[in-house]
Structure formats: C-alpha cells, structure tokens
T-cell receptor
C-alpha cells in the first residue's frame, strides 16, 4: 500500500536552533517528493520538489534530502525563526493510470519559541 | 495575479443542504484539484481536472460533484451535506499534470455541517 509517514508528529524548538523532520515512504513507482509548509489557516506552500536522481535541494534555510534507496527524506531547517512555526507536509507522487497521483503525509507541526 | 482563490473562507451548513465551493485561478493552469484535510490525516483528493471539460474522481469522491466549463474555474458541489463532510477544503492548480510542476493551493474553505 502506498503510504507516507512523517515524524515527529510535533516538535518544539527555541528560536535560532536547527531541526530535522523525517519522511518515510512506500510509494511505488516513485515520481517525485515534495515538501510543503502550511501556516495555520492557510493553504500549503511548496518548499522543494525532488526527483529520483536528486539527493539534496535547498530553499533558503530549508534543505531537503532524499535517499531513494531507503525511501527516506528529511527536511532540515537552519537557524529557525518564529515564522517557521507551521506544519510541514511531505508529499510523494507516482504515475498511475495515465496521471500523477499524490500521497500526502499527515505533517509535522513545528512550534518555534522565542 | 491572484493565484488560486477560494470562496467562501468559512461556511456552516445544515444536514441535507447543498452548496458550491468556488475555486478560481488566473495562471492559465490546466490541472486543478480539490482536497479535503481532516485532523490526523493527510490531504485526500476528491476530484481533479486535467483541462476544461475533463474531470475525474479522486480518492474520496462520494457526495461531491465537479465541473470544469472554463480553464479558470473549478467549483465543488456538495449535493446533500452530511456531518462527515465537515472538513477544510483546498483547491489546487498546476500548470500541467506533469512530473515536476509546482502546485499552488488556495487559502482553504472551512466547512461545518451540523
């Protein structure tokens, strides 16, 4: 069964600290992996999109890694800011029946404290 | 360029009532989709459209109808609201249903069915 699991479920860190969020998936055949940031009461906003051949991709203080062999991805946030408080969602896509399908993780809720 | 616009932002319905959630995008995107987001679950696909006049069912289509008469608009209709349809609904669009195109989400509609 195609699944995306994220950990931890929630995380609290102090401003300025780094953190790493995990995403494990069993989606096949793999097409790409995306990380989204979702602020409370808002829609998800894309952070990175990674294909099978990409190991690392950065977007400012956000760095995503992908290990297609172990089917794991991580999102590293450097020097966290209060505005990083949000849910981070991992999404894995696969191609099926003529179109791309997306499996969403349940997200990691990050709280950054001053 | 407003991106993806959803209306209304909040709605309360009585069981059995019908209503339409509006979604419009001004980016000339071909692919549009509707998701629902429930606590403890990842976003789940309700319906999607790969272009004007073409729609298809997603993972959880029962109780919902869609149409795509123009490229810009993709309304979601609840035929007879049920408490199980209480959720936050997101509309998303991408340029095309291709592997690495970025998805843009609307702000969401929080629907409560009493």
């Amino acid at each position: 069964k195609n699944q995306v699991e994220q950990s931890p479920q929630s995380l609290i860190i102090l401003e300025g600290k780094n953190c790493t969020l995990q995403c494990n998936y069993t989606v096949s055949p793999f097409s790409n992996l995306r990380w989204y940031k979702q602020d409370t009461g808002r829609g998800p906003v894309s952070l990175t999109i990674m294909t099978f051949s990409e190991n690392t991709k950065s977007n400012g203080r956000y760095t995503a890694t992908l290990d297609a062999d172990t089917k794991q991805s991580s999102l590293h946030i450097t020097a966290s800011q209060l505005s990083d408080s949000a849910s981070y969602i991992c999404v894995v896509s696969y191609f099926y029946s003529g179109t791309y399908k997306y499996i969403f993780g349940t997200g990691t809720r990050l709280k950054v404290l001053a | 360029n407003a991106g993806v616009t959803q209306t209304p932002k909040f709605q309360v319905l009585k069981t059995g009532q019908s209503m339409t959630l509006q979604c419009a995008q001004d980016m000339n995107h071909e692919y549009m989709s509707w998701y629902r987001q429930d606590p403890g679950m990842g976003l789940r696909l309700i319906h999607y459209s790969v272009g004007a006049g073409i729609t298809d069912q997603g993972e959880v289509p029962n109780g919902y109808n869609v149409s795509r008469s123009t490229t810009e608009d993709f309304p979601l209709r609840l035929l007879s609201a049920a408490p199980s349809q209480t959720s936050v609904y997101f509309c998303a669009s991408t340029l095309r249903a291709e592997r690495n195109t970025e998805a843009f989400f609307g702000q969401g509609t929080r629907l409560t069915v009493v």
